[in-house]
């Protein structure tokens, strides 16, 4: 009978003591990415080496090593991190919101308190991140170009909701207002961690709610 | 007779020789920061180590440390050329546009041409400077956050003109609206880095006109 290969190894239910370092494996994984996502933030994605972390986390660098095989796949693992909390602080709120312009105000509301509160220590993670490697081609700058898309993408068609709906203006491009309200969310961010002062504050909440109300039926 | 100080030192003619060696050290000089600013503006400032140029201009470290006695020096010396650029090639092509409206598009014809041209090899400078180093503080990110300033006044103060011209409406505030054009520059270039096709192209160039016609008399 001849030898039969498979690409993966046979699986087998993990020993209790496999179990629990998988899971010890697991915690110690999330507490690296969650210092990462924050060192990222302020000092930017190539800020990420395994030495700058091992020392802010007063770990080894093989320690490290063994969870993240090289700062690439550390970066992508700090950028699917920060999209979770991401997701969970400004696309979760709004669930609840009726479509269209509700859920659309809910959103802008949502994305201004997350940089009011400084969820990430340097502000907006992917307005740094992507900005930081819109110049540098490679697998990250890939994945920062996707998920603004998505980003761009769910704006889009919570604007055509709000069409749908008569809420605003039938000429109305809903891409071009996307962009807009996007394009604007980046700078300001910027401005706000540049003055941090009460009055961009107030300019960017103006600079979105003058963009809305100028198509609002 | 009591000794006199002066915080300058007495000035004297420059010798030929002092002369030549000074020219050559202010070409060298010019040299270093114009391949400063462009890894600057694809890398970022922190990407800026006198070891990292050196190697860039085929120099000894020593060599470039005789011109800059620090990276921040460096960084600062970069901003300056940075901005030298800049006004020759946004602010210059306005002298000779009218005041207030016709000035204003004039502005924001020659800030898009400018990042088509790909003057900086990274897009704007300025925009990639500020989000890199607005969470750091310190002498680099007051600079920046000083640059920054003075382009809002100048966009504030020629929308002002315009105001005063009966050219926009008589409502408009001008420092809102310079910040909503100077964050949507800021974000489209981002953008235009990212994804470098005609569709930003357009909606960058169309986000400008929505904005400056939502206003005119």
Same sequence: chains 1, 2.
């Avoid at 629990?20 to 994984?29: E, F, K, L, P, V």
């Avoid at 960017?204 to 709610?209: E, G, L, Q, V």
């Amino acid at each position: 009978m001849p030898l039969r290969f498979t690409l993966m190894p046979p699986t087998q239910p993990p020993s209790p003591a496999r179990r629990r370092s998988t899971t010890q494996g697991r915690q110690t994984r999330q507490a690296i990415l969650k210092t990462a996502v924050n060192v990222a933030s302020v000092e930017g994605l190539e800020g990420l080496s395994i030495g700058r972390l091992a020392s802010e986390l007063g770990m080894s660098k093989s320690g490290l090593f063994a969870h993240f095989g090289s700062k690439e796949e550390l970066q992508l693992a700090a950028i699917a991190t920060a999209q979770a909390i991401f997701i969970n602080e400004v696309i979760r709120p709004t669930r609840k919101a009726l479509p269209g312009m509700t859920r659309l105000y809910a959103l802008m509301e949502a994305w201004l308190a997350y940089g009011e509160r400084k969820v990430f220590a340097g502000g907006c993670f992917f307005a740094a991140a992507a900005m930081e490697f819109d110049s540098r081609p490679g697998v990250v700058r890939d994945r920062l170009a996707d998920i603004t898309n998505q980003w761009l993408q769910r704006l889009e068609k919570w604007i055509g909701e709000a069409k749908e709906r008569g809420e605003i203006r039938a000429d109305v491009d809903a891409a071009q207002l996307a962009f807009e309200l996007h394009t604007l969310m980046w700078g300001a961010n910027t401005m706000l961690q540049l003055y941090d002062n009460a009055q961009v504050k107030n300019q960017m909440k103006t600079a979105i709610a003058h963009r809305l109300q100028s198509i609002v039926n």
